[in-house]
């Protein structure tokens, strides 16, 4: 079992920044992806960004340039650094990971931007 532990997140004006950060905890060998997804009020969850444990990246259209993901194997933690933050980006962030074909979700953190 994983469990995953957010924070991070709050209310920042438009053009402002983030950083999210997600620790796994649990009897862990090595997480193959760990990743970002989004939840608007009224709208499906959307993947963000997500990262593999040799690196790979992989974003959203709608953040590209904007976002950026990262991992500490180490510390089984993932982060999201947010740049020029638009009232759009309002949603709540939930971790996900995937690990020995399993997925797990955090709690959820929000974010919210102000225009």
């Known amino acids: 079992q994983v469990q995953l532990v957010e924070s991070g997140g709050g209310l920042v004006q438009y053009g402002g920044s983030l950083r999210l950060s997600c620790a796994a905890s649990g009897s862990i060998w090595s997480i193959y992806r760990m990743g970002w997804y989004r939840q608007a009020p009224g709208k499906q969850r959307e993947l963000v960004a997500d990262i593999t444990s040799g690196g790979s990246t992989n974003y959203a259209d709608s953040v590209k340039g904007r976002f950026t993901i990262s991992r500490d194997n180490a510390k089984n933690t993932v982060y999201l650094q947010m740049n020029m933050l638009k009232p759009e980006d309002t949603a709540l962030y939930y971790c996900?990971?995937?690990?020995?074909?399993?997925?797990?979700w955090g709690q959820g953190t929000q974010v919210t931007v102000s225009s």
């Open positions: 996900n990971v995937l690990y020995m074909s399993a997925q797990f």
